[in-house]
């Protein structure tokens, strides 16, 4: 049996793609997929257009290999390890602590894409996945929450709220730290 080797030029079209999804990710953070362009990407990437539109040739399937390398390198937190927090209390604490601080190290691409991703459809497979995590997570933090009806009604509204990066980005505004938003965030749930 034959073992497959990779020759020196799988290689290389291997790297320039890595270049092209990295030029790519850099622009997102810094001017947003809406005004990212080809033209950018393959500047960046020090490639010609045609060669982006070979390894990528629909602005999907290039939105998707970024979303999925910046991904990969900025995981969301970890929803197993909230999940097997038994205290609802917390379980919304850390998981929010855990957010915040995710959102602070994220904020500059994670600004730039929520504010896209209404006006570029080629971003909806990658924005299902992101909304998909944020409904698994308020699940999560949802589970095992006891009280009356209005309560759980409350519970569920606020814990929408206190996991949204713009209100993360709102209790940053007004100064406070991520602990302090974590902390506040996570009262307003208890006492709702």
Known sequence: MR???????????LKTRERIVEAT??????????KTTISEIAKRA?????????????????????????????????LAEFAAMPDPGKRLKAA?????????????MLALVLR???????MKSSMQAIERFFRELHAVLMANRQGAREKTKHATALIALAISFHTWQELNKAGLSDEEAASLMAQAVERG
């Open 3 to 13: 073992h497959y080797h990779k020759t020196q030029r799988a290689q290389s079209e």
């Open 25 to 34: 990710v850099e622009l997102h953070g810094s001017v947003g997929p809406a």
């Open 46 to 78: 020090g490639v010609q257009r045609l060669t982006v539109y070979r390894h990528f040739p629909t602005e999907k399937a290039l939105f998707a290999a970024c979303s999925g390398h910046y991904m990969a390198q900025n995981p969301l937190p970890d």
């Open 96 to 108: 929010l602590n855990a957010l915040y601080a995710y959102f602070r190290r994220n904020q500059a």
């Open 116 to 122: 896209d991703a209404a006006t570029v459809p080629a």
